[in-house]
C-alpha cells in the first residue's frame, strides 16, 4: 500500500516553529519529487514548497526565507521547517508525491494532512 505518513503538527504561537516529518511507507513509482500543500478554511489548496530529485527547491513567496525543505531519499522522507510563524500559516498541512512537469509540479499521492494553528 503506497501510503504518506505525517507528523509534527500541532499548536504554536507566533514567531514559534515547528517541524513537520513524512515518510513513505513504500516507494512510490512514477515520482521524482515531494512538496508540501496546505488549505487554510474558505480558502484553496496551495503549493507551499517542493523539492526535486535533483535537489530543485521553490517555495511560495509567503513562505520565502521562514520554511525550509528538505529530503532525506535514503529513507524517502521529505520534512518542512517552518520558522517565524504566523497567524495566516494556520492551515491543514499535506505532504505529496509527485513531479515536475516543465517549472510546475504536479501532485500525486497525498498524505492525509496534519493541522498547524499559530495562535496566542
Known amino acids: 500500500q503506497e501510503q504518506l505518513v505525517e507528523s509534527g503538527g500541532g499548536q504554536v504561537q507566533p514567531g514559534g516553529s515547528l517541524r513537520l516529518s513524512c515518510a513513505a511507507s513504500?516507494?512510490?513509482?512514477?515520482?521524482?519529487?515531494m512538496a508540501w500543500y496546505r488549505q487554510a478554511p474558505g480558502k484553496q489548496r496551495e503549493l507551499v514548497a517542493s523539492h526535486a530529485d535533483a535537489g530543485y527547491t521553490d517555495y511560495a513567496d509567503s513562505v520565502k526565507g521562514r520554511f525550509t525543505i528538505s529530503r532525506d531519499n535514503a529513507k524517502n522522507t521529505v520534512n518542512l521547517q517552518m520558522n517565524g510563524l504566523k497567524p495566516e500559516d494556520t492551515a491543514v498541512y499535506f505532504c505529496?508525491?509527485?513531479?515536475?512537469?516543465?517549472?510546475?509540479?504536479?501532485?500525486?499521492?497525498w498524505g492525509q494532512g496534519t493541522q498547524v494553528t499559530v495562535s496566542s
Open positions: 505529496n508525491a509527485g513531479y515536475y512537469s516543465g517549472k510546475y509540479y504536479r501532485p500525486v499521492y
Open positions: 513504500e516507494d512510490f513509482s512514477g515520482i521524482n519529487a
